[in-house]
């Protein structure tokens, strides 16, 4: 079993920046493939960005060039840096990490992005 845990969440005004931690369980964390979403309220959850055991990364387009997912595996922690947060980027984000087939979620951490 592994837990999956997402921090970092908070208020930010438009064009201000947030970073995200999750931080996983497991002395194999180094191969686990690891994602950020994020669900708006009334939307469907959506992917964000994904993170594979090489470090490489993948982006959706709505956050190509504003958001960077890292990982560092001696931390057992990814990370995801958000900047020029819009309105439109407010939304619950969740933490997944992909392993052996099986998929493990976080809880959650809300992003609110008002003036």
């Known amino acids: 079993q592994v837990q999956v845990v997402e921090s970092g969440g908070g208020s930010v005004q438009p064009g201000g920046s947030l970073r995200l931690s999750c931080a996983a369980s497991?002395?194999?964390?180094?191969?686990?493939?690891m994602g950020w979403y994020r669900q708006a309220p009334g939307k469907r959850r959506e992917l964000v960005a994904t993170?594979?055991?090489?470090?490489?990364?993948s982006y959706a387009d709505s956050v190509k060039g504003l958001f960077t997912i890292s990982r560092d595996n001696a931390k057992n922690t990814v990370y995801l840096q958000m900047n020029g947060l819009k309105p439109e980027d407010t939304a619950v984000y969740y933490c997944?990490?992909?392993?052996?087939?099986?998929?493990?979620w976080g809880q959650g951490t809300q992003v609110t992005v008002s003036s």
């Open positions: 993170i594979n055991s090489s470090g490489s990364t």
């Open positions: 497991g002395s194999n964390f180094r191969l686990y493939f």
């Open positions: 997944k990490a992909n392993w052996e087939v099986r998929e493990y």
